[in-house]
C-alpha cells in the first residue's frame, strides 16, 4: 500500500532531518516553511517545496507541526491575516499531529477547535535533541484517540525508537514537559560537576569517563560532554527554547496545584541565561551561568 502524504510544516534544527528521515523512508512529503533555503533543502532530499500552508496541506493525508511554540502552532492551525491555516485547508479525516512543545492546554484546545472540521489531532513532542532528529532516534510521547495513536505509528517510528502512547489529548505535551524539568536538572548538575571538578585540578575526561559508567550517568552526560569539556555551545536546543518550556512546566504545576521547588531554580537560572545573552546558545551553555556564579571567565 502506498505510504500517506504527509504535509510537514516547520523545517528548523529538528524539523528538516524529521522530515528527510520520513523522504528516506518512502513518505511522499510536502513541506513550508518561512526560509527559502529550507525549502531549497528540502527539495534537493526529494521532498516538495510549497508556497502556503494551504498549497502543504490540501491534498495531504497527515499534517506535522514542528514550530518553536504555542504561538506559532496557533496560527498555523487557525490561520492569520484571512489567509486560512491548517483546520480550514485540510480535509476531513485528515490527522493532524503537532511535534512541538507546546502547553498541554494549548494541546486539547487545539484538538476541540479541529473536531468541526473533521481533523484529527495528536499532541507528539519528541526528545532527543537535534542529534536525535539527525539519527532517526527520538523519544515520541503522543496524546490522543489510541486509533489515531496506532495510524500514526509506523510514521513515529520511521522518527524515533521509543514511542509511547501516553493517554488522552494533552498527556503527550505533560510528559514532554516533565522531560524537560528532568533534562534541566541533569544539565544543571553536568554543568556544577563540572566547574568543581575544573576548580579542584581533576583530570576532566578521567573524571566525566568514571561519572558516566556509574549511577550519574545519563544521556545529558553523554550528549553534552564535549560542550561541557569544550565550553562550547553551538546551538542543538537553544536555552530560548528551554526557557520556554520550563514556562509551560511551572505554569503547568500551578494548574495542577503541585509544587516543584527545583523546577523553580531551574526556571530562574535558565532566565537567567538567556538574560545574560545565551538565549541563541544550546542549552548545556548553563555552565556559563556555574561559571559567572564562581567567578570565573566565561
Not at 585540578?201 to 558516566?212: E, K, P, R, T
Request: hydrophobic share 50%; net charge neutral; charged share 15%.
Amino acid at each position: 500500500m502506498a505510504l500517506p502524504h504527509v504535509a510537514w510544516i516547520g523545517l528548523g534544527v529538528m524539523g528538516s532531518p524529521m522530515a528527510e528521515n520520513l523522504i528516506r523512508a518512502g513518505y511522499p512529503v510536502t513541506g513550508y516553511t518561512l526560509e527559502a533555503h529550507k525549502l531549497d533543502r528540502l527539495a534537493a532530499r526529494g521532498g516538495t517545496p510549497a508556497a502556503s500552508v494551504r498549497e502543504a496541506v490540501q491534498r495531504a493525508d497527515v499534517v506535522v507541526t514542528m514550530l518553536p511554540a504555542d504561538a506559532q502552532v496557533t496560527a498555523v492551525a487557525h490561520g492569520t491575516d484571512g489567509t486560512g491555516g491548517i483546520l480550514e485547508h485540510a480535509r476531513p479525516r485528515t490527522l493532524f499531529i503537532d511535534m512541538s512543545t507546546v502547553a498541554p492546554a494549548t494541546a486539547t484546545a487545539l484538538a476541540k477547535a479541529a473536531a468541526p472540521h473533521g481533523v484529527r489531532v495528536l499532541d507528539a513532542p519528541v526528545s532527543g535533541g537535534e542529534a536525535g532528529a539527525v539519527e532517526g532516534t527520538l523519544s515520541v510521547m503522543a496524546g490522543g484517540d489510541r486509533a489515531d495513536f496506532e495510524e500514526a505509528l509506523p510514521l513515529f517510528r520511521a522518527l524515533g525508537t521509543t514511542v509511547v502512547h501516553c493517554g488522552p489529548h494533552g498527556a503527550g505535551q505533560t510528559v514532554k514537559a516533565a522531560n524537560q524539568l528532568m533534562v534541566a536538572a541533569h544539565l544543571q548538575a553536568c554543568a556544577e560537576a563540572v566547574v568543581f571538578l575544573r576548580a579542584a585540578g581533576v583530570d576532566l575526561d578521567a573524571a566525566l569517563d568514571v561519572l558516566g559508567g556509574g549511577l550519574a550517568a545519563s544521556a545529558v552526560l553523554a550528549r553534552k560532554r564535549d560542550n561541557f569539556v569544550r565550553r562550547h555551545h553551538p546551538p542543538g536546543f537553544r536555552v530560548d527554547l528551554h526557557h520556554k518550556d520550563l514556562g509551560i512546566v511551572t505554569a503547568a504545576a500551578r494548574e495542577t496545584g503541585v509544587v516543584l521547588p527545583l523546577g523553580g531554580l531551574l526556571a530562574t537560572l535558565m532566565a537567567a541565561a538567556r538574560a545574560q545573552g545565551d538565549g541563541g546558545l544550546d542549552h548545556s551553555a548553563l555552565l556559563r551561568g556555574v561559571e559567572r556564579l564562581s567567578g570565573v571567565a566565561t
